[in-house]
């Protein structure tokens, strides 16, 4: 079973615009390493449900690699710098 852990977020990155390339960059890098709660990370990020594929574009050109699971009724996100995480029980469907 994967832990799940709470979207780390800042005063900076909650003062910058909703969806922009800035704050979606941000968040990303302050939960680098972490399984996170996909819907949770997009509403830190200022974007919607629908802008999951707004997030991978603005992802892709960073060399931060992607992996997307479901644990239980959660999709779940973990990003790295790392291609391969230390903790198995990270992995899920790598997308980037």
Known sequence: MVRIKTVL???DILNMKQGSK??????AKKNLDRVVNLGSLMRVMG????????????????????WLANEGD???V???LIETPK????????WQ
Not at 53 to 63: A, F, N, V, Y
Not at 87 to 94: A, N, P
Request: charged share 30%.
């Open 47 to 66: 974007l919607g449900t629908n802008g999951r594929i707004e997030m991978l574009q603005i992802l892709d050109s960073t060399g931060i690699h992607i």
């Open 22 to 27: 800035e704050r979606v960059l941000a968040t």
């Open 87 to 94: 903790d198995e029980d990270s992995l899920g469907f790598r």
């Open 74 to 76: 959660q999709d779940i």
């Open 9 to 11: 977020r800042d005063s």
């Open 78 to 80: 973990f990003l790295s």
